[in-house]
């Protein structure tokens, strides 16, 4: 797949998912079961939307596991704990501030995991 579509597909993915924010001050580390709540949401949605979304060239499923693995744990690394309790509860709603990430956390897994080497 061209490096051009995979931006595409992830950037189309990830406002699809509406996950991700831009953070101007890191969050405290999550309580560990809450964290691991919110990892397994935010990958399942993330591999179910990514394969749904797959051109004429499909991905891997093993670059779909690393990406949405990146995003999810990328993301659960800048909030706090309301915020995840937000995502969670609202089975998998994206808060402004998760959305806001979105583009520095979507290209920073795209270049590791999509793109071609």
Same mark, same amino acid.
């Given at each position: ?20 924010? &831009?953070? !101007? #001050?890191? *969050?405290?580390? =999550? /309580?560990? %079961?809450?964290?691991? $709540?919110? +990892? ?30 990146? &995003?999810? !744990? #990328?993301? *659960?690394?800048? =909030? /706090?704990? %309301?915020?995840?309790? $937000?995502? +969670? ?29």
């Amino acid at each position: 797949m061209r490096a051009r579509s995979v931006l595409s597909l992830g950037s189309a993915t990830a406002a699809a998912l509406s996950l991700f924010v &831009l953070s !101007t #001050s890191p *969050a405290h580390a =999550l /309580d560990g %079961s809450l964290e691991t $709540s919110f +990892i397994k949401l935010m990958m399942t949605s993330c591999i179910k939307n990514m394969k749904a979304n797959q051109g004429k060239d499909p991905i891997p499923d093993a670059k779909i596991n690393g990406y949405c693995s990146c &995003l999810a !744990t #990328s993301t *659960a690394k800048e =909030l /706090d704990d %309301s915020e995840v309790q $937000s995502y +969670i509860s609202s089975g998998g709603k994206a808060t402004v501030h998760m959305q806001a990430m979105n583009a520095r956390i979507n290209r920073d897994c795209t270049k590791r995991y999509l793109q071609k080497q």
